[in-house]
């Protein structure tokens, strides 16, 4: 970003006085005290910990250009201004929509339950190829994130690749609002977040709203496999086109091939017509409906197949999702950034699918935010387990029991173990260095999965 204080103030809504310093310039926005440097619009958040506002003088003797604040600062005065408004976070969306109608760049949004993360790094990937874009930092995907990821924006940079997070109804409405995409895009839906969303259709409803947003001149897309997404999409923007990893009628269709030598996944595309097989440096045939919706998305933007092609090629993924890795003797997957049963049933399908007939040991942990749902998916994950023919299975959290429930009622021959510690698989990695096959490890985030993949490596 780049504004003055009283063009920041305007757009915040915010009162003060800042007669002294209304053409200071503001060249980012943060609300850690400690990125406050020279130029920065320092906001102050409540955290969980602190309050933002006990950090505002820091922030100025640091270099800061002005405060967004809930309240008067009199110990800034004189100083600094301070831009007082009754929500710092809503003053932060505002400031960032601001931001966005005054340089104008082409917005693409992308929604849904897992994935969202993977398929804007491709997306993004391939944007880059196209010129100079922006994406959201890591996982900066909400209310608080979403403007930070907008204003970090610069006025060259042409299009901003965007992932919007919900968990409550109305949350959707509201970042949208934010980001106004000219582009948007839903990739799938499923169980996740019920505790805010309700059921399913709900889940479908809230992302859908997404698509409503575009403008006339503008693209919705959304995966036709989900027929309470489809529903929904079809409702919320008439003009919606589809995209399937099933359906090779659909207007955008796409499939996992398989594992090249190199160890990249193949994937072939069909987007309206026209034929392009991509390779990238992930793999699975859950990961279809994230390549489909970049490269569908990228083509609306107009992206020839060969920068489609060489983006996707380039694109690099944040820590634990998915990333396959051989040890030597077996082949370890790291899905330990979160779950939901959506992608917990993706994972332990695409694990299977990569081990072939070979010994399969599954090292998972509690998937969380179900609310009620919570018994009947984990009751529902040991019947799929079951259904995977896994070998191992050790499950870390409080649903273990529904889990083992689960598994017994299929007719689960394996062995079964409900596990505390890292320590506890131990005789796991003793075991796979003898048997060879794929051991993955995924689990809510709370769950902290990666310490029970750390002690497996460092025991194997
Ligand atoms: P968050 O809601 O935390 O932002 P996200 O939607 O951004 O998550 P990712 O971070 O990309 O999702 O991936 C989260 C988990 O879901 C990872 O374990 C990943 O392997 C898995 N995953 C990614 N894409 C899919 C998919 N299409 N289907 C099922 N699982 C997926
Ligand atoms: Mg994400």
Redesign the pocket.
């Known amino acids: 970003m780049r504004m003055s204080v009283s063009e920041t103030m305007a757009a915040c809504q915010a009162r003060g006085d800042i007669r002294a310093f209304a053409e200071v310039l503001v060249e980012s926005a943060t609300q850690d005290s400690r990125a406050a440097g020279p130029g920065a619009l320092f906001c102050c958040l409540p955290g969980s910990r602190a309050d933002g506002h006990d950090f505002a003088v820091r922030a100025v003797e640091q270099g800061a250009s002005a405060v967004l604040a809930a309240r008067e600062l009199p110990g800034l005065s004189g100083k600094a201004p301070v831009l007082v408004v009754e929500d710092v976070q809503r003053a932060m969306g505002l400031l960032a929509r601001h931001w966005r109608r005054r340089v104008r760049p082409v917005v693409a949004a992308l929604s849904?339950?897992?994935?969202?993360?993977?398929?804007?790094e491709m997306l993004a990937s391939i944007t880059t190829v196209m010129g100079p874009s922006i994406k959201n930092p890591g996982?900066f995907?909400n209310q608080l994130g979403l403007p930070l990821s907008m204003l970090a924006a610069g006025a060259e940079h042409r299009t901003w690749v965007l992932?919007l997070?919900i968990s409550r109804v109305g949350d959707m409405e509201e970042l949208a609002g934010i980001c106004e995409p000219d582009l948007a895009v839903v990739?799938?839906v499923?169980p996740?977040h019920l505790e805010g969303l309700g059921d399913l259709r709900g889940v479908a409803r809230a992302k859908a709203a997404l698509l409503g947003f575009v403008g006339e001149s503008g693209t919705a897309l959304a995966n036709k496999d989900y027929p309470e997404l489809w529903a929904e999409a079809k409702k919320a923007n008439p003009r919606v086109k589809a995209m399937s990893t099933r359906d090779p009628s659909a207007e955008n269709f796409c499939t996992y091939k398989g594992c090249s030598a190199n160890g990249m996944g193949v994937y072939s595309l069909m987007l309206e017509g026209s034929p392009l097989e991509v390779s990238l440096s992930c793999q699975g045939a859950?990961?279809a409906?994230?390549v489909l919706a970049a490269a569908a998305a990228a083509r609306a933007l107009g992206a020839t197949g060969e920068q489609i092609r060489e983006g996707l090629a380039r694109a690099e993924f944040?820590k634990?999702?998915?990333a396959v890795r051989d040890t030597g003797t077996c082949v370890v997957i790291d899905?330990?950034?979160?779950?939901?049963p959506?992608?917990m049933?993706?994972?332990i399908g695409a694990a299977r699918a990569l081990c072939g007939a070979g010994p399969l040991a599954l090292v998972l942990g509690e998937m969380g935010e179900l609310g009620k749902e919570r018994d009947q998916a984990h009751e529902e994950l040991g019947r799929v387990i079951a259904a995977s023919g896994c070998d191992v299975v050790r499950f870390k959290g409080p649903s273990a029991a529904l889990v083992r429930l689960g598994l017994e009622r299929s007719g689960f021959a394996g062995s079964f173990a409900e596990v505390r510690e890292p320590s506890e698989i131990a005789e796991l990695a003793a075991q796979a260095s003898s048997t060879g096959g794929v051991v993955l490890f995924?689990g809510s985030?709370s769950q902290r999965m990666e310490e029970f993949l750390e002690r497996f490596l460092s025991d194997h």
């Not at 849904?112 to 804007?120: C, L, V």
């Not at 899905?335 to 939901?340: L, P």
């Open positions: 849904g339950s897992a994935g969202k993360t993977t398929a804007k996982n995907n992932e997070g990739h799938n499923g996740a859950h990961l409906e994230n944040p634990g999702r998915f899905d330990t950034y979160n779950a939901n959506l992608s049933t993706a994972a995924k985030r």
